[in-house]
């Protein structure tokens, strides 16, 4: 007779968005409007979920994208944020690398319009998701 062991569990992720942008840069950070968006494969597989983050005290957004696939172990995924500074409009800039959990990175933008995005390396390219239109001019 063969027994065979329980299936392997995924890990799951420790990091709330919140728990993230204070991890990487401090503060207290609250998800803003219009602020979440699910990372999907083409296949259907939940890669993740970016999110929009705000700092009252600084000014600064924060946007993570928090792993739900493979989380524990190190992938590429990338989180990257554009702002609208008086109409001028600035490059994206990103948080990108191998990770086990998050990626995050932050920018100023009191009173200035942001887009913002998510993705990970999965099947052999990026697959990602975002808000590509400004908003939260906050």
């Not at 950070?29 to 600084?58: C, E, F, K, P």
């Not at 000014?59 to 994208?65: A, S």
């Not at 524990?72 to 944020?81: K, L, V």
């Amino acid at each position: 007779m063969t027994t065979f062991g329980s299936p392997a569990h995924a890990a799951t992720n420790p990091y709330t968005p919140a728990e993230a942008c204070n991890a990487d840069f401090g503060g207290s950070w609250t998800q803003v409007s219009d602020g979440h968006r699910s990372i999907i494969a083409d296949d259907g597989t939940d890669l993740g979920d970016v999110y929009l983050m705000y700092n009252n005290a600084t000014g600064y957004n924060c946007v993570t994208m928090i792993k739900v696939r493979a989380a524990g172990t190190a992938t590429s995924i990338r989180a990257s944020i554009k702002v609208d500074v008086e109409g001028t409009t600035r490059e994206w800039v990103s948080d990108s690398g191998s990770y086990k959990y998050y990626a995050a990175i932050q920018r100023y933008a009191r009173d200035m319009c942001v887009q913002y995005a998510g993705a990970a390396l999965y099947g052999g390219y990026w697959q990602g998701n975002g808000r590509y239109t400004w908003g939260n001019c906050i």
